[in-house]
Nanobody, 121 residues
């Protein structure tokens, strides 16, 4: 059984940093972070392949966010720097079993419960 549990969200000011974590169990998968802002569609933030060789970032977070994973501890991370009010959203960790790293939500089979990130101006 695959379980994903996010942590690390909170309320910060613009320009601050946060690190999200996702504790995973039940296997090794391609992993992604998605987010959903109020009134907006779910969108991918970043994703990383099973052994961390390949990564993808949405244009809106390139240069500010870093996705990484520690497979020995089964933890996925999202380091978020220079946060902006537009980054305010619920952030979800997701795991996908596809053989290739994908960016669409449909390619991810398992989801965490989400963690709220709020960035004030």
């Amino acid at each position: 059984q695959v379980q994903l549990v996010e942590s690390g969200g909170g309320l910060v000011q613009a320009g601050d940093s946060l690190r999200l974590s996702c504790a995973a169990s039940g296997g090794t998968f391609n992993m992604g972070w998605f987010r959903q802002a109020p009134g907006k569609e779910l969108e991918i933030v970043a994703c990383i392949s099973r052994i961390g060789v390949n990564t993808y970032y949405a244009d809106s977070v390139k240069g500010r966010f870093t996705i990484s994973r520690d497979n020995a501890k089964n933890i996925l991370y999202l380091q978020m720097n220079s946060l902006k009010p537009d980054d305010t959203a619920i952030y979800y960790c997701a795991a996908g079993d596809d053989y290739r790293l994908r960016t669409s939500r449909a390619s991810y089979d398992y989801w965490g419960q989400g963690t709220q990130v709020t960035v004030s101006s």
